[in-house]
């Protein structure tokens, strides 16, 4: 019976909304972020839910907090079924703007923190022929403007993601990415960037989300139920993509029109 698992970014967020819909089934969770506070209150609600489980500090950058993080799966659960890497932070401006420390710091959370969990995790997957589910965003496939280290990192998700779905289908590891638009949710508290304008703009995309993180988590169950690989939650990605698999120049053309916006709202806020 396959029902434990693992969630970073668990404090909040979408994290919380994965582990609640999980919950509603009776799984255990073992529930990681850095915020302890919000982990406190993630596993209250999965309790009030009907599932149960543990919580940990866990930094993703840090590979020996992952494995130590696995070896307590292995404890309590006596294995791990799927794992959720989820933790993540925002970020954003326009590329001459970007120091090189903010793309280490986008780099080692959004895509060496998902390598990691991977491979913390590999061993306990291969016994249990679990679940590796990764979180990337449209940013992954879209590529907007003035958030180049994001899209890069987020790229390489869907890269990992696709490269683990061929080499472990052999193993019977199924493998999911999930590449959700902007929503409704806290990422903006982590958002680093160099004009306030920016993040005022990301605050406006996500605000403008008709849909939840709740809503999302829905979505991520029901595909992941019919094996779908790609996950996209919301319409409106799934059209975008359609679009730039059919003639992508008309999507380059749309973001650098928007890319000129930016650069314009930016120096008149300036």
Aim: aromatic letters at 6%; hydrophobic letters at 45%.
């Amino acid at each position: 019976m396959q029902n434990r698992m693992m969630i970073t970014g668990a404090g909040s967020g979408l994290g919380r909304e994965i582990a609640l819909r999980w919950a509603r089934e009776g799984w255990r969770l073992a529930l990681a972020d850095v915020n302890e506070a919000g982990l406190a209150e993630t596993l209250k609600l999965v309790r009030e839910a009907g599932g149960d489980g543990f919580t940990r500090r866990c930094d993703v950058r840090d590979y020996s907090q992952l494995t130590a993080l696995a070896q307590a799966c292995e404890e309590q659960f006596g294995g791990i079924d799927v794992i959720v890497n989820n933790a993540g932070v925002a970020s954003g401006g326009f590329f001459s703007e970007l120091s090189l420390e903010d793309w280490d710091w986008q780099i080692s959370i959004n895509l060496m923190g998902v390598v990691k969990g991977c491979k913390a995790f590999l061993p306990l997957l291969e016994r249990s022929k679990g679940k590796i589910v990764n979180i990337a965003s449209m940013a992954a496939l879209m590529q907007g403007p003035g958030m180049s280290n994001y899209n890069v990192a987020k790229a390489g998700v869907v890269a990992l993601s696709e490269s683990l779905l061929v080499e472990l289908r052999q193993l019977e590891i199924g493998v999911h990415v999930v590449c959700p638009s902007f929503f409704q949710t806290n990422l903006l508290d982590s958002f680093r960037g160099p004009t306030p304008a920016m993040k005022a703009q990301v605050g406006k995309l996500l605000e403008s989300s008709p849909i939840t993180a709740a809503d999302i988590a829905d979505y991520i169950h029901a595909e992941m139920a019919k094996g779908s690989f790609m996950i996209l939650p919301h319409e409106m990605g799934r059209m975008a993509w359609a679009v730039k698999q059919k003639n992508p120049q008309a999507l380059y053309d749309e973001m650098a029109s928007m890319a000129e916006k930016m650069r314009g709202k930016a120096k008149s806020a300036g």
